[in-house]
């Protein structure tokens, strides 16, 4: 029997785990923007074991631009070169028979090589090197771009916060975007996930100049042909790592 997510296991996966840490690292300037899919095409790319969740009926496909900073594992200090990136990755919004929430990565891209290799092997996920370049200028406005190593596809984002941030509300779209402490990944047939731990988001809408959905095309997606439905951003979040387990 297939369970649906309740709000209390909304509220379980928010919560620190029993389980020690394998790595922290901190997130930053994170843009979400997400674009309302057709949920059966969503459905069509998932592994066994795993089932959409939407809200309210509707799916979404999220990307995920943003900068990973002070990276290290547990008890160990940062590296110059290697603790410090940036990662964008393509998402969609799953749970498992159990109704645990979480996230499916369709791809992460990633301008560290080292970090590519080592998330493949620890946590099987679909990293891809890519060359990335971001910075924010004085006006708060986060300029990033990146290219697909070995494609010459680029994306290039340019945004910044649009008000003051704020914790989402349970219940809210934004909060079953956002707050999502689970991600699974597909292990020769077996679905495993893995967890983090972090404070909420202090989410704002965000103002975006600039954005593209390149990386739609680059995972078997078709481009939408208009600006994502929603954008957010928040300024960041310090995040502890846990191990994969067997679902």
Same mark, same amino acid.
């Given at each position: ?98 109704? $645990? ?36 200028? $004085? ?17 290039? &984002?340019? &945004? ?29 047939? $077996? ?50 790592? &846990? ?5």
């Amino acid at each position: 029997m297939i369970v649906a997510p309740s709000r209390e296991s909304r509220r379980e996966v928010c919560r620190r785990p029993a389980q020690f840490q394998v790595m922290h690292q901190n997130w930053n300037h994170l843009l979400f923007l997400h674009w309302e899919m057709d949920p059966d095409l969503l459905r069509s790319t998932l592994p066994e074991g795993l089932h959409l969740d939407t809200f309210e009926g509707k799916a979404y496909l999220g990307v995920v631009p943003f900068f990973m900073n002070n990276i290290r594992p547990r008890f160990c200090p940062t590296v110059p070169g290697i603790s410090d990136f940036l990662e964008m990755n393509l998402r969609t919004y799953v749970h498992d028979d159990h109704g $645990k929430p979480g996230v499916w990565f369709y791809c992460l891209e990633a301008n560290q090589a080292l970090a590519v290799g080592v998330a493949r092997r620890l946590f099987h996920l679909p990293y891809q090197h890519a060359v990335m370049q971001a910075r924010v200028d $004085k006006e708060g406005w986060v300029h990033y771009k990146s290219r697909r190593a070995w494609t010459g596809v680029s994306s290039e &984002y340019l &945004y910044r916060p649009a008000e003051p941030a704020k914790v989402s509300e349970e219940g809210t779209l934004e909060y079953f975007l956002a707050e999502r402490y689970v991600l699974f990944s597909e292990i020769a047939g $077996k679905i495993y996930s893995g967890r983090v731990y972090h404070t909420p988001y202090l989410l704002s809408r965000a103002e975006v100049a600039r954005q593209d959905a390149r990386l739609f095309m680059l995972n078997g997606f078709h481009p939408p042909e208009r600006p994502a439905d929603l954008a957010h951003y928040s300024r960041g979040v310090k995040v502890d790592v &846990y191990p994969l387990t067997r679902n």
